[in-house]
Every structure is written in structure tokens, then in C-alpha cells.
């Protein structure tokens, strides 16, 4: 299973436009060969170098969805819960929200996850999930998972 975005590559900077720098919108994110038997997908956007990559305390949530079609394609930029694919169902982030908050590190250059799970069910409805409960849920049912990591550090506001 593949996973990538035309607007960066694996590895490399996340452009401004979706950070909170910029406009705070999603990525495209473009998915492929997924496994045979997959019944949904999940995806989580996390930054495991919260608040400081020199003394990470916390994995912050950016996004959180759950049983996306399992279609091959991906999901556009600008992805809002309301323009979700049918059945598709957005999980919490770690501002409380329902949508995608892009990078906003406070300090240093930290790298974003985002993470895709095939698996093998459509998963009940979990309410509003945070990052967490969903991926309990997603535990048994996982067939692959695929990975895209951006970095990203903040170009005004940086503390020293």
C-alpha cells in the first residue's frame, strides 16, 4: 500500500499554504494498492516531536478519519468534514476539533505523520474518536498501513 501527496514529498517540507502559517488546509493525499479485503480506511495526521523536537513530551494530533470508502484515489486538498466521502467519519484532533489543523510547531523543526490503515471491517460508530480510541478500535482489523512524513518548522514567531 502506497501513500503520497502531490504537494510534498516523503521526507521533505510541507509547504506553508497548509500550515497555520499559511492557509491550514489539508493536503491531497493520494492512495494505492491497497490490500485485497480492505473494508475501510483510517487515516491519522500526528506530530510525535510535541512541543520540542529536543524534548518531545507528547504526540499531537493534527487529523483524525475513519471509514473512508476503500476506493483507490485519495482525498483532495482542502478536505473538510463536510465535503468527507460518503460514510466517511472525522475523528477529534488535539485542539478538540473535527478537521485538519496543519503544523504549527512552536519551537524547531518537527515531522508530521500521516498514517493510512486498511482494514478489515467498517468500524462501528465511535462517536468523535480521538487519535487514540480510534486506533484501539482499528486493533485486529489492521491489514497495512502506509506512511507519509513532512517536516515543517514555523518561519515567524519562533521563540529562540
Not at 23 to 43: F, K, M, Q
Not at 99 to 125: K, M, Q, S
Request: with cysteine; proline share 12%; net charge neutral.
Amino acid at each position: 500500500m502506497k501513500l503520497t501527496s502531490s504537494a510534498f514529498r516523503d521526507g521533505k517540507e510541507i509547504p506553508a499554504v497548509h500550515t497555520c502559517e499559511g492557509s491550514d488546509v489539508s493536503p491531497p493525499l493520494d492512495w494505492a494498492e491497497l490490500p485485497s479485503g480492505t473494508r475501510s480506511l483510517a487515516l491519522v495526521m500526528d506530530d510525535p516531536d510535541a512541543p520540542d523536537p529536543e524534548a518531545p513530551r507528547v504526540i499531537w494530533t493534527h487529523w483524525v478519519l475513519y471509514n473512508l470508502p476503500p476506493i483507490e484515489g485519495g482525498l483532495p486538498g482542502a478536505m473538510r468534514g463536510e465535503a468527507l466521502p460518503a460514510g466517511a467519519l472525522p475523528g477529534k484532533n488535539s485542539w478538540n476539533r473535527r478537521n485538519f489543523n496543519g503544523p504549527c510547531p512552536p519551537i524547531g523543526r518537527h515531522r508530521y505523520f500521516f498514517r493510512l490503515f486498511a482494514l478489515d471491517a467498517v468500524l462501528p460508530e465511535l462517536g468523535v474518536p480521538t487519535r487514540e480510541q480510534l486506533l484501539a478500535a482499528a486493533k485486529g482489523h489492521v491489514l497495512a498501513t502506509a506512511e507519509l512524513m513532512g517536516t515543517y518548522q514555523k518561519q515567524r514567531g519562533q521563540r529562540p
